[in-house]
């Protein structure tokens, strides 16, 4: 195919332009792409056969059989590898093997035939499969030329795939050449099986060779062709740069090995062809010592790295540990960051790259940008949170300074300035020291703002009802003839129950009830003004706080009577607050999916607008960890900000993390595991940021993250710690093991933690007038 004018300039320049010119400019194109990040996949290698028909002349993977005690590894032996890789935090099962061994060996047929299997492909099916079920690894397989009935095949048992381009010079099959007598390196046909994976669809690594006897102009004809397929299918994860090293017992052990100037050369060709949307890759284990000037030419991703199996490829070669490489990361300003076998932007579109059976895995294996899971902390578990007082995030990154960009979000967040989606969107992006950059200004924030006192209030949690008509995804409260609940059965308090409750609490010290439960069809907002009348009946002085916007707004619907009116008489009835629940995330694609019937992001924010305006306060919540992402969490504060700047009427922001354990969309495998650590933290750190100037209390559930997690939070922008909450029950239906109360000895642990005095508030943030 002749070039166009454009790729013909473009050749040209990359042809006579110094390296560092090109270094610079591929730099300038990666970093168009904002975050400051380089990425690796922690994997385990798996060469299911060594057998190959090929006869490369560099290789020393491919072994014949007589050096190889079996043909293939059992099915037992490939779980254990990939069991060993899951236990020591891999998220990766890389499968290599050689290209058709039973066209050529007979102990490859006969080891197919033992095992019960008629081709490698088969074999390969089952062993993948087998591994994604019983480990949770995610298969990445390199299986060589493969083709279109072959990526059907597979594409349910693996996330992505790869093959090496290598070159696209015909030049190198001939006589002398290194890939002589190997038919699968024809170019012609690993660009077919290139572009079979594109129909089908399939994440894809591909790659060049570069040192193998190619000129610097077959090396940018064949990043040319990898772009044009990308161009067609747009299925290129990434682009391998891999420099040819030379290996004894090998036809090639005398050949040069291709000089620094060349890798970085090809490395700033690649990421100037393939622009800043293709990750460009070179192996750290084959160049140590080089990482500063790779990252300098565009580089941004690492490829997998192995705590466990050796780089079976170039086994002369060891795996750089990952804690060194972050240090050399950091060094080069960038931080070192963990992603699967398939990058984001393939993970976060489902619907088009990924299998049915694959999403489930790759879900609880992705955190909210969908890179990799940090650690192994889930909102709701038994045991200690990461993060402490001293260190919010759980880990000390190795110091990057700052980009102006997170300077400057951060600059207009301590000003009160309302920082936008995009601002907001980034200080949620933030990693390593730029995260702790963005929590430490929260906490500074939070000293200036609310001192050094951590409130809280005593109450008691009142769930009149666990039966719902509505259909929310997540909710496993809800009891309906469709959702059986794990915990509880169906109930529907009495009225003398809920005013049994509301004494129990005021002789216990509490000043507030909070009143909430699912819309029980039999409910009319009747039901409601007669459930305050029975708390304020049983005792008069207790604070209502009570009524989801969800159950305001069916209450009215049911009276027939304007919202407005509705929430009037309940005020007049003794209400003295709202709950903001029922707000998950404030954003209708995602209400779509979670919460379909339930009131959507516009309906919501008139109850809250209208309650405010009739003088009843609300708190503001977010649901998060789910399904979501962190554009959708800056939309969600971004309308709570400017909501409250037109009523004030909010008291508190509270992140609620997503407890997955029993959740009816986890379950189905539709959802992540709740948000992670540093996600946790982040959101309430950036909420302390962009809200300022609005709302002025950020508070932790210690219900959702436990006491100790709370108590990291208060270095995280946090001030206030909600309440004691006598009988929460909705987090304990959906998995979480922090219990159902909390004493006032608990709190004060978690404060003094923080170096912190606690001191007890009324729901609506004055000072606790004492009784005579």
């Known amino acids: 195919m002749t ?13 006579s332009a110094p390296t560092g010119v090109l270094a610079a400019a591929a730099r300038a194109e990666r970093d168009a792409n904002p975050g400051r990040l380089l990425t690796y996949s922690r994997k385990v290698f798996i060469p299911l056969t060594q057998l ?78 087998r591994v994604l079920e019983e480990t949770g690894l995610l298969p990445h397989i390199n299986a060589g030329v493969l083709t279109p009935e072959d990526y059907a095949r597979l594409r349910p048992v693996a996330a992505s795939m790869g093959l090496m381009l290598e070159s696209a010079s015909e030049r190198l099959c001939g006589p002398g050449g290194p890939h002589h007598g190997s038919p699968d390196k024809a170019p012609a046909v690993r660009l077919a099986s290139i572009a079979a994976a594109g129909e089908a669809r399939i994440p894809f690594t591909t790659g060049v060779l570069i040192g193998i006897g190619e000129t610097r102009e077959e090396r940018l004809e064949s990043l040319f062709a990898i ?8 299925h290129i994860q990434e682009v391998i740069v891999q420099n040819f090293r030379a290996k004894p017992d090998t036809r090639m052990a005398q050949a040069p090995e291709p000089p620094e100037d060349e890798l970085i050369w090809t490395l700033a060709a690649a990421r100037l062809i393939m622009g800043e949307s ?25 490829g997998g790295i192995s705590p466990v199996t050796i780089d079976h490829v170039n086994p002369e070669a060891p795996w750089p540990e990952i804690e060194a490489l972050a240090a050399e990361c950091a060094a080069a300003g960038r931080t070192l960051t963990e992603r699967l076998t398939i990058y984001p932007a393939f993970a976060n579109d489902p619907g088009r790259w990924l299998d049915p059976k694959l999403r ?14 940090e650690g192994g902390w889930s909102p709701g578990q038994a045991g200690a949170a990461p993060g402490t007082p001293e260190s919010p995030l759980g880990v000390v990154a190795p110091a990057i300074l700052a980009s102006h960009g997170l300077e400057r979000a951060l600059g207009k967040a301590l000003s009160g300035q309302e920082l936008g989606v995009e601002g907001i969107e980034a200080l949620f992006s933030a990693r390593g020291a730029a995260a702790q950059a963005v929590v430490l200004a929260a906490d500074e924030l939070r000293r200036s703002v609310n001192g050094d006192t951590v409130t809280y209030v005593v109450n008691r949690n009142i769930n009149y009802t666990n039966i719902c008509t509505f259909s929310c995804s997540f909710c496993a409260f809800s009891k309906t003839s469709t959702k059986a609940g794990t915990r509880d059965k169906p109930y529907d308090l009495p009225l003398e129950e809920v005013a049994q409750r ?48 969800l159950e305001v707004s069916q209450g009215a619907a049911t009276l027939g009577i304007p919202l407005k009116d509705f929430l009037q ?106 948000p992670t650590w540093r996600e946790a933290v982040l959101m309430h750190a950036v909420s302390r940021l962009a809200l300022h100037g609005a709302v002025g209390s950020i508070q932790a559930s210690w219900v959702k993250l436990g006491v100790e997690g709370a108590a990291a939070c208060l270095a995280a922008g946090v001030n206030d710690l909600g309440g004691v909450l006598m009988n929460e029950s909705i987090s304990r239906a ?9 004493s006032v000895a608990g709190l004060q642990h978690a404060a003094a933690a923080a170096g912190r005095t606690l001191k007890q508030r009324t729901t609506l943030y004055k000072e606790l007038e004492l009784a005579d």
């Open 3 to 15: 070039p166009d004018l454009a790729d013909q300039r473009l050749t040209g320049w990359l042809l």
């Open 52 to 129: 190959c028909r090929d006869v490369c002349h560099y290789c020393t993977f491919a072994k014949a059989p007589r050096r190889l005690k079996a043909a293939y590894l059992s099915p037992d032996e490939v779980l254990e590898i990939a069991r060993a890789g899951a236990a020591t935090g891999c998220k990766e099962a890389l499968f290599t093997l050689g290209d058709k061994p039973e066209l050529r060996y007979a102990a490859a047929r006969e080891g197919l035939q033992a095992l019960g299997f008629a081709s490698t492909v088969d074999y390969l099916e089952h062993v993948a499969g």
């Open 227 to 234: 772009r044009d397929l990308h161009r067609r299918y747009g």
């Open 278 to 302: 293709v990750g460009v890759q070179a192996p750290p284990n084959l160049n140590p010592g080089r990482t500063a000037a790779m990252i300098a030419a565009g580089l941004d991703d690492w």
């Open 360 to 373: 489930r895995a790759v879900l609880r294996l992705s955190d909210s940008h969908g890179l990799g899971r």
């Open 502 to 549: 509301t004494r129990e609490a005021w002789a216990k010290g509490a000043t507030e009830v909070c009143l909430q439960g699912g819309i029980h069809p039999r409910y009319t907002g009747q039901t409601y003004l007669d459930i305050l009348a029975a708390v304020k009946a049983a005792q008069p002085a207790m604070h209502v706080h009570a009524f989801s916007p």
């Open 569 to 674: 008489r309940l005020k007049d009835q003794g209400l003295g607050s709202l709950p903001g629940t029922a707000a998950e995330i404030l954003d209708d694609e995602i209400r779509d999916l979670i919460c379909p019937d339930k009131v959507d992001t516009a309906e919501w924010l008139n109850v809250v607008r209208t309650a405010h305006e009739v003088g009843l306060p609300t708190t503001a919540t977010i649901m998060f960890g789910h399904l979501e992402a962190p554009r959708h969490w800056a939309r969600h504060i971004q309308a709570i900000r400017r909501l409250q700047l037109d009523t004030g009427g909010f008291t508190e922001f509270v992140p609620l993390p997503f407890v997955h354990m029993q959740s009816p969309v986890y379950v189905k495998g539709q959802a992540r595991k709740g």
């Open 734 to 742: 959906a998995g979480a093991a922090h219990g159902q109360e909390m």
